[in-house]
């Protein structure tokens, strides 16, 4: 089944302890992204990847890194957690990135930092 | 800023009347999509239309887009109680490498 899976779905931590967030996605599709989802701000990008080794900056990427190293595994990492990344997560993919694409997501991760 | 904003922000409406759903956006658009959402879990396309064109229709999903005033409206016809959930327009700009995404539309369909 084509999908898009993101680990884990909860995830409560402290503030300061790293932790990555792992998506993967079997369509070998090109282009992958990650959202946070907020109240009254509805989705914001972080950090998209167009392909292997190119990444790049969204609209919130500060307190955030990723890595694509493989087509299919996008992970999220945060480096020093801050209660204001309590959030919910979503990475989504798509064929590529050339104008019409539909993103695919996975199911999200709930992350609180305490 | 925020590209796309949705109105209303809440509908609720009875099962089998129709939902509307407009969506409002600041900048010229490659195309619009709209997406699904079901209480917290990932978003699902529903339909893309695109700069192009004015109307676009899947099951009972109808889309209208105008580009001289920004917006587009989602039409769900003889909603049924299943339909509850969040509604999201995004756009596409021209040149971005990113879909914008609204706060989204939340209706509940009371059976």
């Known amino acids: 089944e084509a999908q898009v899976t993101q680990n884990p779905r909860y995830l409560i931590t402290v503030t300061g302890k790293k932790l990555t967030v792992t998506c993967s996605q079997n369509?070998?599709?090109?282009?992958m992204s990650w959202y946070r989802q907020d109240p009254g701000l509805g989705l914001r990008q972080i950090y998209y990847s167009m392909n292997v080794e190119v990444t790049d900056k969204g609209d919130v990427p500060e307190g955030y890194k990723v890595s694509r190293k493989e087509k299919r595994n996008f992970p999220l990492i945060l480096e020093s957690p801050s209660p204001n990344q309590t959030s919910l997560y979503f990475c989504a993919s798509s064929l590529s990135w050339t104008g019409s694409e539909k993103l695919f997501f996975g199911s999200g991760t709930q992350l609180s930092v305490l | 800023s925020q590209q796309g904003e949705e109105d209303p922000q809440a509908l609720s409406i009875q099962e089998g009347e129709n939902a509307t759903m407009n969506c409002s956006y600041k900048?010229?658009?490659?195309?619009l999509q709209w997406y699904r959402q079901n209480s917290g879990r990932g978003l699902v396309h529903l339909i893309l239309?695109?700069?192009?064109?004015r109307e676009k229709h899947s099951g009972r999903l109808r889309v209208t887009l105008d580009t001289s005033k920004k917006s587009s409206s989602l039409l769900i016809t003889a909603s049924r109680a299943a339909d509850t959930a969040s509604y999201f327009c995004?756009?596409?700009?021209?040149?971005?490498?990113?879909?914008?995404f609204g706060t989204g539309t939340r209706l509940t369909v009371i059976p």
């Open positions: 369509m070998n599709h090109e282009y």
């Open positions: 900048t010229s658009i490659n195309n």
């Open positions: 995004a756009t596409r700009v021209n040149g971005a490498n990113n879909l914008f």
């Open positions: 239309i695109r700069s192009n064109e």
